[in-house]
């Protein structure tokens, strides 16, 4: 059974930078689409960034962190990472680690967080002025 675990959250001040990481235990080697999520409370999970490896590399972005957040991924290490630049105070969450299995790519569904089947615990992200 795969687990994930999220670190690296914290607190910064706006404009500042942090770096998630999610690690996963018991690593599946097909599982090919890893996102990260956040949300705040009262809200919804929104779907931050997804890194697709069935094929070619393939990243998504949501439109509010294009420019500023980077997704990669490390195979040999099982890791994901959230690079996050130029932190806002908008970006303030926790933020979340999911894991899928696709046969084609996640153009449509990257974003969903119905389509994550596996989850972190979440980290905390507090950005200040």
């Known amino acids: 059974q795969v687990m994930l675990v999220e670190s690296g959250g914290g607190s910064v001040q706006a404009g500042g930078s942090l770096r998630l990481s999610c690690a996963a235990s018991g690593y599946s080697a097909d599982i090919n689409v890893m996102g990260w999520f956040r949300q705040v409370p009262g809200k919804e999970r929104e779907g931050v960034a997804s890194i697709y490896t069935g094929g070619l590399v393939t990243t998504y972005y949501t439109d509010s962190v294009k420019g500023r957040f980077t997704i990669s991924r490390d195979n040999a290490k099982a890791t994901v990472y959230l690079q996050m630049n130029s932190l806002k105070l908008e970006d303030t969450a926790m933020y979340y680690c999911?894991?899928?299995?696709?046969?084609?790519?996640?153009?449509?569904?990257?974003?969903?967080?119905?389509?994550?089947?596996?989850w972190g615990q979440g980290t905390q992200v507090t950005v200040s002025s």
């Open positions: 999911a894991a899928a299995r696709t046969h084609t790519e996640p153009v449509r569904w990257w974003n969903r967080w119905a389509s994550y089947a596996i």
